[in-house]
């Protein structure tokens, strides 16, 4: 079964320190793995995607993942928070054997940023 | 390229009356899937429609269905509304190219509110 636990559901951080979310899954097989990002109020916008080609994964905004098998982590980083990042973070994974099209998504991590 | 869109964005209906939600993919992307999002589940997947058929259904109540048109658009309906059906309703659409992406994108959402 696919599956991810997100570990933390709030985390806070300063403008300018480091941002880091965190996410562990389950799968079977290899699986593709997401970071998706909703504002308030408004849809989920991609961050960034593995699927078994780099390890460490660059995305947009200035966000990195990397994918480690054997902790089976997918952990989110930024180097320096901004506070246009503060939002709901989704940790994903998918499967093919389940349907590539059938996500499976994590409970959420809220971030705030304060000034 | 324009993005999804989903129609309507706000949408309030009563106990027991039906509700159709509308979807039109990213312009040459097939596949449409269906999520639903509550502060208490999470996202959850519904389904996905490909090609008019669907190939993949979550686990929710027959009250839920959809449908895929030639032109990739999608509706669902939900019947007999329950107060729990309250939620975010999310379309995203995936081009579905040979040895591509499975990554989804998805649209602003419709939020619809049972009284």
């Known amino acids: 079964a696919q599956s991810v636990t997100q570990l933390d559901s709030h985390v806070s951080v300063s403008e300018g320190t480091p941002v880091l979310l965190r996410c562990n899954y389950s799968s079977s097989y290899s699986p593709s793995l997401f970071w998706y990002v909703q504002h308030p109020n408004k849809g989920l916008q991609l961050l960034l995607k593995?699927?078994?080609?780099?390890?460490l994964v660059k995305g947009i905004n200035g966000f990195e993942a990397e994918f480690k098998k054997s902790e089976t982590s997918f952990h989110l980083t930024k180097p320096s928070a901004h506070m246009s990042d503060a939002a709901e973070y989704f940790c994903?994974?998918?499967?093919?054997?389940?349907?590539?099209?059938?996500?499976?998504f994590g409970t959420g991590t809220r971030l705030t940023v304060i000034p | 390229k324009a993005g999804v869109t989903q129609t309507p964005r706000y949408l309030i209906k009563t106990r027991g009356q039906q509700v159709t939600l509308s979807c039109s993919p990213i312009?040459?992307?097939?596949?449409v899937s269906w999520y639903q999002q509550t502060p208490g589940q999470g996202l959850q997947f519904l389904f996905e429609y490909f090609s008019e058929t669907q190939r993949n259904k979550g686990n929710f109540p027959g009250r839920f269905s959809g449908r895929q048109f030639s032109n990739s658009r999608s509706e669902m309906n939900v019947s007999t509304l329950e107060l729990g059906d309250s939620a975010l309703y999310l379309c995203?659409?995936?081009?579905?190219?040979?040895?591509?992406?499975?990554?989804?994108?998805f649209g602003p959402g419709t939020r619809l509110t049972v009284l």
């Open positions: 312009s040459g992307h097939r596949s």
């Open positions: 994903v994974v998918s499967d093919l054997l389940a349907g590539a099209n059938n996500l499976f």
């Open positions: 593995y699927t078994s080609a780099a390890t």
């Open positions: 995203a659409s995936n081009p579905i190219v040979a040895g591509g992406t499975d990554t989804q994108y």
